[in-house]
């Protein structure tokens, strides 16, 4: 165990396959020893102590999102205009967004989004689980997120932005182009361009989109926007920046999050059947798998000022990845932190992260998880993995995504 | 209307300062970053309960201390 820890540090790959497989292990290793640690490949700070960690993200004053801006500080002009739609769109939005102008966007969108909101969705995304189940639970298999995972979210967004009927292949294919700048293939040489496409095309898809609903105002999300940009709140960018964030925020974290509860639970089906005997337990059951094994492993920030965090000296300017799952595995926050437990409350997680970024999204993504395992422990016994199929995961520092999980279960009739 | 009075929960706030944002004068900040309460100063109730339903944790409760009876959250979020 030592010599694999110490050949973690010194490799500082956070994109080896190891570390993919299993980012818990490398991140208890840089925890145990150096919770405040100086990638050196990376060429910055990683953070995998929970009280370093919400020290950081609830502290916007010292501790910057602009993403954008940072970015185009180590570009030149030239490369800046050879990428220039990730600029147009995503310097717009929120998560990327410091104070002042955050907080206008996330006040205004905040509203549709609240504990009380969402749970007007709650007996339609039940029906789309039911639904989407009826379609596969007799065959006694599945691949969870093609034929599940994903189906629920995806309806569910575009039912929020008032378009059920956009093209979902389009939306899925453009919004991994666009995670492939965030997320998934660091290494991939032409990921700029490759975002730059993605973010044109959904652009150019939903710009009409935004035109019909200024004609024909709803009271769908879109709609919100445009009022709010007609009375002088954000602009036509805030606009159509929002649309493409929600899109492709909406549906693959929460994607994520349903396939690695369900694995988390095949892994320990004491805690499914704990479940299954008592529904009411789901609410934390959503929370624990949250912490347990969240679809966001990270977020990044950018010093402010010169600034003390565990011990070390942050400087101006450098920056840091906060390591959620790191936090959340953190044995001095949590008891038994490696445990599995649905009933484990209280569980302050930061799989949502902390602070004025914490996801606009949340209760729409713990709603939409609740209902989905509602579904599941109701209509098929804790599955299995299929035979002979193993588990990949895309290589990104970022997100926590396997590539499929294809299992076998019984029908509970 | 009797006595309002409203609480944090810090095992569920996140410090998100929506609460102070919404308003100022009510909530603010303690050292770790997490919302406290730090006067009423005759705010309407309806205000309170509007504020405390923008909290994305549902860390906010509002009672009223007179009768019992919870104003915020409502029991349907089984919180």
């Not at chain 1, 501790?63 to 739609?85: H, K, V, W």
């Not at chain 1, 995806?154 to 939306?171: Q, W």
């Amino acid at each position: 165990m030592y010599t694999y820890m110490t050949t973690y540090l010194v490799k500082d790959d956070l994109m080896a396959p190891e570390v993919i497989a299993d980012p818990h292990a490398y991140y208890r290793a840089l925890r145990e020893t150096d919770p405040v640690h100086w990638n050196e490949r990376w060429k910055g700070w990683v953070l995998t102590g929970y009280k370093e960690v919400v020290d950081v993200l609830r502290d916007a004053e010292n501790f910057s999102s602009d993403r954008m801006g940072y970015l185009a500080s180590e570009l030149t002009q030239e490369e800046q205009e050879s990428i220039a739609p990730i600029f147009h769109v995503l310097k717009y939005w929120m998560v990327f967004r410091d104070p002042p102008e955050h907080t206008v966007l996330r006040m205004l969108l905040n509203k549709l989004f609240t504990p009380v909101a969402i749970e007007r969705y709650r007996p339609m995304v039940r029906k789309i689980v039911q639904k989407t189940l009826d379609k596969v639970v007799a065959s006694g298999k599945m691949e969870l997120i093609r034929d599940f995972a994903y189906e629920v979210p995806m309806t569910v967004i575009l039912e929020l932005i008032g378009a059920p009927d956009l093209d979902r292949d389009k939306i899925k294919e453009w919004s991994e182009a666009i995670g492939v700048f965030f997320f998934i293939k660091a290494d991939e040489p032409r990921r700029r361009e490759i975002a730059c496409e993605g973010i044109n095309a959904m652009v150019e898809y939903i710009k009409p989109l935004i035109e019909h609903r200024r004609e024909n105002p709803g009271i769908d999300l879109i709609s919100l926007l445009i009022s709010a940009e007609e009375a002088g709140q954000i602009n036509y960018n805030d606009v159509i920046a929002t649309c493409v964030l929600l899109v492709f925020g909406g549906h693959e974290t929460t994607m994520n999050l349903i396939a690695n509860g369900t694995l988390a639970l095949m892994e320990h089906p004491e805690q499914w059947e704990k479940l299954r005997n008592d529904p009411k337990l789901l609410k934390k059951g959503v929370e624990e798998l949250l912490r347990y094994d969240g679809s966001v492993k990270s977020t990044v920030r950018w010093a402010k000022a010169d600034v003390m965090v565990g011990g070390k000296q942050i400087k101006k300017g450098e920056r840091l990845l906060v390591s959620l799952s790191g936090a959340n595995r953190d044995p001095l926050q949590f008891d038994s932190p490696d445990d599995l437990d649905v009933t484990r409350d209280p569980n302050l997680h930061v799989a949502f992260a902390h602070g004025i970024h914490v996801c606009l999204g949340a209760s729409l993504a713990r709603m939409e998880v609740e209902e989905a395992f509602a579904g599941l422990i109701s209509r098929i016994s804790c599955p299995v993995l299929e035979d002979e199929a193993y588990l990949n995961y895309y290589p990104s520092v970022v997100h926590r995504a396997l590539k499929n999980l294809p299992i076998r279960f019984d029908q509970i009739k | 209307m009797g006595n309002i009075k409203v609480t944090v929960n810090h095992n569920r706030c996140v410090g998100s300062q929506l609460c102070m944002h919404f308003l100022p004068d009510v909530f603010d900040l303690d050292g770790n970053g997490q919302a406290i309460v730090c006067g009423l100063d005759g705010t309407n109730v309806t205000t309170l309960v509007q504020t405390a339903e923008q909290c994305p944790q549902c860390a906010i409760k509002v009672e009223d201390e007179t009768t019992g009876e919870v104003l915020f959250p409502p029991a349907e979020l089984g919180m």
